[in-house]
Nanobody
C-alpha cells in the first residue's frame, strides 16, 4: 500500500504561480512513476505530468509544457508540481498518482494509488 498526500492548492490570479506537493509513504518499490492529474467539474480526469523516480525523466501534457514543471526530492519521497503563468482553464482538483512501473501511461486507470486531491482555483 502506498499513501499519497497532496498539499499546496489554493486561489491564485491568472498569470500567477502555485507549487503543489505530494508526499509518498508506505510500501517501497524498486521502480515506479509519480504523476499529476487534474479534473475540472464535468470533465474527465486528465494527465498533467509524470516523473520516473529512478533517473528523473519527466513527461508533460502538451497543454502545460513550458508552464508547469514536475520534480522530485528523493530524500523526502516527495514530488512537486510547479505551476507558472496559470490560466483559468488550469482550475481543477489536482491529484497525485503512483504507478508501479516506469513505462509511461497517461491513462488514469494505469495508476495504482491516488491522493485525495487538492483544489486549484484561478481567477481571471
Amino acid at each position: 500500500q502506498v499513501q499519497l498526500v497532496e498539499s499546496g492548492g489554493g486561489l491564485v490570479q491568472a498569470g500567477g504561480s502555485l507549487r503543489l506537493s505530494c508526499a509518498a509513504s508506505g510500501r517501497t518499490f524498486s521502480s515506479f512513476m509519480l504523476g499529476w492529474f487534474r479534473q475540472a467539474p464535468g470533465k474527465e480526469r486528465e494527465f498533467v505530468a509524470a516523473i520516473r523516480w529512478t533517473g528523473g525523466r519527466t513527461y508533460y501534457a502538451d497543454s502545460v509544457k513550458g508552464r508547469i514543471t514536475i520534480s522530485r526530492d528523493n530524500a523526502k519521497n516527495t514530488v512537486y508540481l510547479q505551476m507558472n503563468s496559470l490560466k483559468p482553464e488550469d482550475a481543477a482538483v489536482y491529484y497525485c498518482a503512483f504507478r508501479n512501473s516506469e513505462v509511461l501511461t497517461t491513462t488514469p486507470s494505469g495508476y495504482d494509488y491516488w491522493g485525495q486531491g487538492t483544489q486549484v482555483t484561478v481567477s481571471s
